[in-house]
């Protein structure tokens, strides 16, 4: 990328590429599994990202080449010492310093809006895929391998891995992934549609960056609301979703990117979006 890397406390580095963020999980020496701290700070880095105006698309990925992220880094935590429902009320840096419940990151919790790409270039396990599971787009290198293995631990998967399992595989694909705790490699992964392309390990990254500036080039406002749409329509009625559709459609239809699109397909030329 265009831009220097800055890490970042709580085991997440970041690095820009004009509109484009790459979000990489960094605790390399524990397969980037996430502790309390790096929760703290994945969630401010998704926040700040969102709030960023002229930031369009974020990748997120794992460091290194062994693992996208294992979930959460249960050596690391500390026993919980605070009831549940007590910690719900403040479940993010006071879990952190008193040892309460810390709750793991979702992206539709922060909704973030924006187009996020999951570039998976390992072991996804847990929390790991859940985070996956919780982007618009996942890729994967062919050494990937998935996995939700809470049910082997006399847990589950509760940070929407049931959920959006069940939403992004056929209904018998996820249920037998979901009762067995069993892994998934990247060619099978394909072939349900858990991820939509695979590349060798050192294209990956280069893949990641091309669409995310593919997705960059368009406009701003029109992605934003087509990541936003699909994350608010997909479990309503039909009849209400295409009456999303229809009133996010006439939030665009007077803004000065869509004059400039048609200004610009009539007349031949690469548009010059502005995010207005």
Not at 93 to 121: C, F, M, Q
Not at 234 to 247: F, G, N, R, T
């Amino acid at each position: 990328m265009s831009d220097t890397a800055k890490d970042q406390p709580g085991g997440i580095s970041t690095e820009r590429d004009g509109p484009i963020l790459l979000i990489r999980l960094d605790r390399e020496h524990v397969h980037n599994a996430l502790d309390p701290e790096s929760m703290v700070r994945f969630r401010h880095v998704l926040q700040d990202f969102r709030d960023d105006g002229s930031l369009s698309v974020a990748i997120i990925t794992g460091a290194g080449s062994r693992a996208f992220c294992a979930g959460t880094d249960l050596k690391s935590a500390p026993a919980t010492t605070s009831p549940f429902a007590a910690s719900l009320l403040n479940p993010w840096e006071v879990g952190v310093a008193t040892g309460g419940y810390v709750r793991a990151i979702t992206v539709s919790e922060i909704d973030v809006g924006k187009p996020l790409i999951a570039a998976i270039n390992g072991h996804a396990a847990g929390g790991g895929l859940e985070i996956a599971l919780d982007c618009d787009l996942r890729i994967a290198s062919r050494n990937a391998t998935f996995s939700l293995p809470e049910a082997k631990w006399a847990t589950l998967p509760a940070v929407g891995g049931v959920s959006h399992l069940l939403r992004a595989v056929p209904q018998a694909v996820a249920m037998k992934m979901l009762l067995t705790g069993d892994r998934i490699d990247a060619t099978e992964a394909h072939r349900v549609g858990l991820v939509s392309d695979v590349y060798e390990p050192d294209e990956l990254m280069d893949a990641a960056l091309s669409l995310a500036r593919r997705i960059a080039a368009n406009g701003p406002l029109s992605t934003r609301a087509i990541s936003q749409l699909a994350r608010r329509s997909y479990d309503v009625p039909l009849s209400h979703a295409i009456a999303m559709e229809q009133a996010m459609w006439g939030l665009l239809r007077d803004t000065q990117d869509r004059a400039e699109g048609r200004r610009a397909f009539g007349e031949r030329r690469d548009p010059s979006y502005e995010g207005q």
